[in-house]
């Protein structure tokens, strides 16, 4: 496994992931790489170790399972990993709930909050 790459790594359960990959260009150094699957996610990160990763959908698609398969791959590098939900779920996760993941987001993301993230996700894969 490489060390970590200059990448963000989307995983998008449910293929809507297009106005973040836009968003994103604005603000990723590096390329993105959109996986549709937990293994398409994984298999890809094994070849290369992204600097973030976002896990787009409700938190139904990212159970603890996931998001502790996704933490030890990346471990020790220094990934960040983000959870993004729609702001019109009914009921957002616990953090207790989900230990693995750095933080929780609410789209619709704004360029300032998104360029925030970017940046401290690339200062920690660098420390």
């Given at each position: 496994?490489?060390?970590?790459?200059?990448?963000?790594?989307?995983?998008?359960?449910?293929?809507?992931?297009?106005?973040?990959?836009?968003?994103?260009?604005?603000?990723?150094?590096?390329?993105?790489?959109?996986?549709?699957?937990?293994?398409?996610?994984?298999?890809?990160?094994?070849?290369?170790?992204?600097?973030?990763?976002?896990?787009?959908?409700?938190?139904?698609?990212?159970?603890?399972?996931?998001?502790?398969?996704?933490?030890?791959?990346?471990?020790?590098?220094?990934?960040?990993?983000?959870?993004?939900?729609?702001?019109?779920?009914?009921?957002w996760?616990?953090?207790?709930?989900?230990?693995?993941?750095?933080?929780?987001?609410?789209?619709?993301?704004s360029?300032?909050?998104?360029?925030?993230?970017?940046?401290?996700?690339?200062?920690?894969?660098?420390?």
């Open positions: 496994m490489n060390s970590s790459s200059d990448y963000v790594l989307l995983l998008d359960h449910h293929c809507g992931a297009n106005l973040m990959v836009q968003s994103l260009s604005n603000q990723v150094e590096g390329s993105i790489f959109v996986a549709y699957s937990a293994d398409q996610a994984v298999a890809r990160i094994e070849q290369s170790i992204p600097y973030l990763v976002i896990l787009s959908g409700t938190h139904k698609n990212w159970p603890p399972a996931l998001v502790d398969r996704l933490r030890e791959t990346v471990k020790p590098l220094g990934t960040t990993i983000v959870a993004l939900t729609k702001s019109h779920e009914p009921s996760p616990v953090q207790e709930e989900h230990p693995g993941v750095d933080g929780f987001l609410v789209e619709p993301i360029q300032d909050v998104l360029h925030l993230l970017v940046k401290s996700a690339v200062a920690k894969a660098i420390l």
